[in-house]
């Protein structure tokens, strides 16, 4: 079938302004929009610059804003897509060009929750592993499959107008460990979530959910930490 792409291009170094420009590319219902975008860089504009790595929904580095919804370029197929696809960079995000965005910010708010197991007991005296009962495992399984694409934080309209709040990705992944009954951080993360532009920020927009190529209930995640932010005496923001 034939395809016709608009992509809106930027280049900083060139461009006064981003534009869009139209390709037709020859494709199959069962091809990936990563694979036209191949198409046109390898065959008809190797100027088109964009992220992949994995192909495979894995990586996370191929989030774009497709036919108006942020989604991986590597997951969503023509025939879902149909025969007039738009693609622009994700929204909020600084274009460093075209569909490639400068994810340091993004990553900035991730790093800022501490994302990795904090225990500072003593190893049980058997010197092995520090065991947990599967329902306990079962709490964090959910969050644990976030690939930190940023489709759910570039979904977010508190995010679009103000991008000091720390992001839904953060959130998830801050709630990860504040649910591992292994983790002895609790505190610290529940503090790190108290900033003002921390998870009482979130307006349960739920644009988030519908981003998440994971299908990561990621409203439901912050509404775990707000749970867990209640139970320590923190009431809100406003209090
Ligand atoms: Fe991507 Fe989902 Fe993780 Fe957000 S929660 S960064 S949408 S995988
Ligand atoms: Fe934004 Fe999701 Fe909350 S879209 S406002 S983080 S529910
Ligand atoms: Fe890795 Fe799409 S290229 S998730």
Redesign the pocket.
Request: proline share 10%; aromatic share 0%.
């Given at each position: 079938m034939d395809v016709q792409l608009r992509i809106r291009r930027y280049n900083p170094d060139i461009d006064a302004a981003p534009h869009w420009e139209t390709y037709h590319v020859t494709a199959e219902p069962s091809d990936r929009v990563l694979d036209l975008l191949h198409q046109v860089k390898w065959y008809q504009d190797g100027t088109l610059t964009f992220r992949r790595s994995c192909a495979h929904g894995v990586c996370?580095s191929d989030?774009m804003l497709i036919n108006g919804r942020n989604r991986l370029a590597c997951q969503y197929l023509v025939r879902d897509a149909g025969t007039e696809i738009t693609v622009e960079a994700i929204p909020a995000m600084p274009v460093i060009k075209d569909l490639l965005v400068d994810m340091e910010p993004f990553l900035d708010a991730y790093r800022s929750v501490k994302p990795f197991l904090i225990n500072t007991d003593p190893l049980p005296a058997d010197g092995r592993e520090r065991r947990q009962s599967p329902e306990d495992r079962e709490r964090y399984e959910d969050t644990s499959?976030?690939?930190?694409?940023?489709?759910?934080?570039a979904a977010c309209p508190v995010y679009w107008s103000d991008q000091k709040y720390v992001g839904?990705?953060a959130i998830?992944n801050a709630h990860r460990f504040i649910v591992d009954s292994r983790d002895t951080a609790t505190e610290e993360r529940l503090q790190i979530m108290a900033d003002p532009d921390g998870v009482w920020r979130c307006r349960t927009v739920f644009n988030?959910v519908e981003?998440?190529?994971?299908g990561?209930n990621?409203t439901g995640a912050i509404m775990e930490v707000i749970g867990e932010m209640r139970s320590s005496g923190r009431g809100s923001a406003e209090a």
């Open positions: 996370g989030a499959r976030c690939i930190l694409c940023a489709a759910c934080t839904p990705a998830v988030c981003a998440c190529p994971r990561i990621v």
